[in-house]
């Protein structure tokens, strides 16, 4: 626990010291000096991923952005995001690269990647992003800034096949059902989505014990009755239907969203501190049953997961912090990313963010981020 260093820090506020901006200012002149052509070359031959590399890579906070510099963390650790990054297209106008979201992330992975300090700074791609509403100095959400970057990314990778493989990499493929109970109509409807929001409550505000019992929740069938009776078009009337989610496909890397911030009556939010164990392994095929899937077992073989990410919120809804705990693929070891400061950990100090009822201002998992063990 000793070397989880300002670990347990609520709110952190660095900003830019003489010497980073020097060092960016210094950056920048190199870049601005070397041939368009050359650079654009050097950076696409970027390979592989942030990884350990030259030692773990903090990033600063710059104002507020602990929650952008956890998912950074996550998106560049991992090396199936990264080998479709490298083969973007490269804008050719300078006010088009300032722009782009996935040739401003690349500049990041190679400054990550190439040199010898301990952090960088993510300034530049702040900027672009402020371009997108997504700002400095304002409290985000994890999995709305998540969800925001990745459609950032997608709607401007220009490649079709690179935002197929995107696709592949994170879209969850569910089919919703709703089946009238006074007759025999159904109606079906496939759907994507990046994460699976799933609650860490039931409908009677009764706390779902483990993250199995969660995604079982998620899945399982609700009877739309009284008020929120559904016309059937068979029957000509509102009548109740049974309302479900069958999943029909698992990406290689699967964003599970644990709905920790609650909305009461009042409209005031509160967080969900409660002890929620997650596994390291997670095997769909002994979580839901078959009437939750609509999968063939060529598909189901292939459901096999592992822990690679936890992104934690600790503090309040209105004062809060975030980090990133990340297993590297190259030396299957864990390490905390908190902004600047990177640190090995063990599994025993993931585990600290299950999360505790007495703790409101303790750690909690708020995005578990698994990989396929097997990729098909």
């Given at each position: 626990m000793g070397q989880r260093s300002g670990r347990q820090e609520i709110r952190k506020k660095l900003a830019l010291s003489e010497t980073m901006?020097?060092?960016?200012?210094?950056?920048?002149?190199?870049?601005?000096?070397?041939?368009?052509?050359?650079?654009?070359?050097?950076?696409?031959?970027?390979?592989?991923?942030?990884?350990?590399?030259?030692?773990?890579?903090?990033l600063y906070n710059i104002g507020q952005s602990c929650c952008l510099n956890s998912l950074l963390q996550v998106f560049l650790m991992n090396i199936r995001f990264t080998g479709i990054l490298r083969r973007i297209t490269v804008p050719p106008h300078a006010a088009q690269k300032r722009r782009n979201v996935p040739y401003q992330m690349l500049l990041l992975l190679e400054e990550m990647q190439c040199g010898k300090r301990k952090a960088v700074s993510p300034i530049h791609l702040a900027h672009c992003l402020s371009l997108y509403r997504v700002n400095l100095f304002v409290q985000h959400d994890a999995a709305q800034l998540f969800m925001t970057l990745w459609n950032l990314?997608?709607?401007?990778?220009?490649?079709?096949?690179?935002?197929?493989?995107?696709?592949?990499?994170?879209?969850?493929?569910?089919?919703?059902?709703?089946?009238?109970?006074?007759?025999?109509?159904e109606a079906?409807?496939?759907?994507?989505?990046?994460?699976?929001?799933?609650?860490?409550?039931?409908?009677?505000?009764?706390?779902?014990?483990?993250?199995?019992?969660?995604?079982?929740?998620?899945?399982?069938?609700?009877?739309?009755?009284?008020?929120?009776?559904?016309?059937?078009?068979?029957c000509g009337r509102k009548t109740p239907f049974l309302q479900s989610t069958k999943l029909v496909h698992l990406p290689q890397t699967l964003t599970i969203h644990l709905k920790r911030f609650c909305i009461e009556k009042s409209a005031y939010i509160h967080k969900l501190s409660h002890y929620l164990p997650f596994p390291q392994d997670l095997d769909f095929n002994a979580v839901l049953t078959e009437s939750q899937?609509?999968?063939?077992?060529?598909?189901?073989?292939?459901?096999?997961?592992?822990?690679?990410?936890v992104v934690a919120h600790s503090g309040s809804t209105n004062c809060g912090h975030y980090c990133a705990y990340i297993r590297s693929l190259t030396e299957c070891k864990w390490y905390c990313f908190n902004d600047s400061q990177v640190c090995q950990v063990s599994w025993d100090d993931v585990k600290c963010t299950y999360g505790h009822s007495n703790l409101h201002w303790g750690e909690t998992a708020y995005l578990l981020i698994y990989m396929k063990k097997h990729p098909q």
């Open positions: 901006n020097a060092e960016a200012d210094g950056q920048n002149d190199k870049e601005e000096a070397e041939e368009p052509k050359a650079k654009d070359q050097r950076l696409l031959s970027v390979f592989g991923v942030a990884d350990l590399k030259n030692g773990a890579i903090g990314i997608k709607r401007q990778m220009k490649k079709p096949e690179l935002v197929e493989e995107l696709s592949d990499l994170y879209a969850v493929c569910v089919q919703e059902h709703l089946a009238c109970q006074k007759c025999s109509f079906k409807r496939s759907s994507s989505m990046i994460t699976l929001p799933v609650p860490v409550l039931d409908s009677n505000s009764h706390v779902l014990k483990t993250l199995e019992d969660c995604l079982q929740y998620f899945f399982h069938p609700e009877m739309l009755t009284d008020h929120n009776m559904c016309f059937c078009e068979q899937c609509q999968a063939d077992d060529s598909e189901k073989a292939g459901w096999q997961y592992e822990l690679f990410a």
